[in-house]
Nanobody, 128 residues
Framework: QVQLVESGGGSVQPGGSLRLSCLASGMKLEDYGLGWFRETPEKKLQEIACIDSRDGRIYYDYSVKGRFTMTTDNAKNMFFLDMNNLRRDDTAVYFC?????????????????????WGQGTQVTVSS
């Protein structure tokens, strides 16, 4: 049974940094497309970063590119989202997600409905 467990959310001032972690069990990271999402005020899931399962390439939404970095540690079966230069509009609940064999098409991260496996979510609050 696949399970994703997130950790690392919290409160930070604008300009600060946080690292989100997602620990996977019951799966091998290398076989899965991986993603990070956040919930918008309209309660929609915005895709912000993803890894193509076929070649390991990483893609970012324009809103976080240059500030957020997605990495993996296959030995620990974990993946991460390092968030730097955080802004107030980064405040959201963040989710990790995985789907076996999922690839990236046309350079855009897959939408939320492409993923079957989800973490529980972690709150990130950016305020002064």
């Amino acid at each position: 049974q696949v399970q994703l467990v997130e950790s690392g959310g919290g409160s930070v001032q604008p300009g600060g940094s946080l690292r989100l972690s997602c620990l996977a069990s019951g799966m091998k990271l290398e076989d899965y497309g991986l993603g990070w999402f956040r919930e918008t005020p309209e309660k929609k899931l915005q895709e912000i970063a993803c890894i193509d399962s076929r070649d390991g390439r990483i893609y970012y939404d324009y809103s976080v590119k240059g500030r957020f970095t997605m990495t993996t540690d296959n030995a620990k079966n974990m993946f991460f989202l390092d968030m730097n230069n955080l802004r107030r509009d980064d405040t959201a609940v963040y989710f990790c997600a995985a789907e076996v064999g999922l690839g990236v098409v046309s350079g855009s991260c897959p939408r939320d409905w492409s993923y079957d496996e989800w973490g529980q979510g972690t709150q990130v609050t950016v305020s002064s």
